[in-house]
């Protein structure tokens, strides 16, 4: 299994920018897509962004498309979040996930279909 450490939440003002980042010990970083997903007070969690084994694919929710990138690193078994223009709606706990494919896609979107979970970070943006 694959062991997942996030990093990098905090307090942001409306319109600014946080970088998360998550970690990844344990198995092959490469034989894993990997996802943001975050969940707010009194919602289900949700998809934010998800990327390939290889990071040459990428795919977005709606609602952060064009604000936000996902880019991973598999020298470095990282997976990083950046978050720009950032909206009061985007207040979450943010959480990376993992899942173990045979496929080179990024259409994971499903809370479901991911296996390994961090223990989350918190992103609050302030209006």
């Known amino acids: 299994q694959v062991q997942l450490v996030e990093s990098g939440g905090g307090l942001v003002q409306t319109g600014g920018s946080l970088r998360l980042s998550c970690a990844a010990s344990g198995r092959t970083f490469s034989d894993y897509a990997m996802g943001w997903l975050r969940q707010a007070p009194g919602k289900e969690r949700e998809f934010v962004a998800g990327?390939?084994?290889?990071?040459?694919?990428?795919n977005y929710a709606d609602s952060v498309k064009g604000r936000f990138t996902i880019a991973r690193d598999n020298a470095k078994n990282t997976v990083d979040l950046q978050m720009n223009s950032l909206k009061p709606e985007d207040t979450a706990v943010y959480y990376c996930a993992a899942r173990r494919t045979y496929y080179n896609r990024a259409y994971y979107t499903d809370r479901n279909d991911y296996t390994y979970w961090g223990q989350g970070t918190q992103v609050t943006v302030s209006s």
């Open positions: 990327i390939s084994r290889s990071g040459e694919m990428t």
